[in-house]
Antibody, heavy 116, light 108 residues
Framework: EVQLVESGGGLVQPGGSLRLSCAASGFTFSNFYMSWVRQAPGNGPEWVANINQDGSGKYYVDSVKGRFTISRDNAKNSLYLQMNSLKVEDTAVYYC?????????WGQGILVTVSS | EFVLTQSPGTLSLSPGERATLSCRASQSVSSNYLAWYQQKPGQAPRVLIYGASSRVTGIPDRFSGSGSGTDFTLTISRLDPEDFAVYYCQQYGSSPWTFGQGTKVEIK
């Protein structure tokens, strides 16, 4: 069974940092493109970042470029999102998602709250 | 930026009725790389359709996608009680990948 489990969320002050992790199981992690997708309260989903299978290609939405870094460790079947210089508008539930035919598997989501 | 506009915002229908949801793109979607997702409260989105018209394995055949270029449609042929949810279209042909704002299908 495919499982994606996020961790590392919580409350952080504006300007602070947080690192999200996503533990993958039930599939060959190194074969798949992976993503972070977020959803602010009451809003629709928003794509944040993608990483290709070997980690050599990374892509970001403009609003997080230079502040967020996506990475992966295929040996540990793990995906990461390093979030720096956090802003109030980064408050959202963050999902780890596998890109297959569309985002075909999602984690349960982890809440990140940026507030003073 | 690539904008997807979904209509209507809310669709009020009864179980057994047909639902037709529209997604219009601000520019042509490359290779018809458009997906549809269903989301229920407190859950992650679930992919229904990819490539504009290909149904994901395990999705009931009452869900169908159509369209090309800038105009796409998700049709639910006969609404089941479990189908009342919010539906999003999403394009993955151009970066940044973007979602529409959603259509809520509610029980009339």
């Amino acid at each position: 069974e495919v499982q994606l489990v996020e961790s590392g969320g919580g409350l952080v002050q504006p300007g602070g940092s947080l690192r999200l992790s996503c533990a993958a199981s039930g599939f060959t992690f190194s074969n798949f493109y992976m993503s972070w997708v977020r959803q602010a309260p009451g809003n629709g989903p928003e794509w944040v970042a993608n990483i290709n299978q070997d980690g050599s290609g990374k892509y970001y939405v403009d609003s997080v470029k230079g502040r967020f870094t996506i990475s992966r460790d295929n040996a540990k079947n793990s995906l990461y999102l390093q979030m720096n210089s956090l802003k109030v508008e980064d408050t959202a539930v963050y999902y780890c998602a596998r890109w297959g035919w569309g985002w075909d598997y999602w984690g349960q989501g982890i809440l990140v709250t940026v507030s003073s | 930026e690539f904008v997807l506009t979904q209509s209507p915002g809310t669709l009020s229908l009864s179980p057994g009725e047909r639902a037709t949801l529209s997604c219009r793109a601000s520019q042509s979607v490359s290779s018809n790389y458009l997906a549809w997702y269903q989301q229920k409260p407190g859950q992650a989105p679930r992919v229904l359709i990819y490539g504009a018209s290909s149904r994901v394995t395990g999705i009931p055949d009452r869900f169908s996608g159509s369209g090309s270029g800038t105009d796409f449609t998700l049709t639910i042929s006969r609404l089941d009680p479990e189908d009342f949810a919010v539906y999003y279209c999403q394009q993955y042909g151009s970066s940044p990948w973007t979602f529409g704002q959603g259509t809520k299908v509610e029980i009339k």
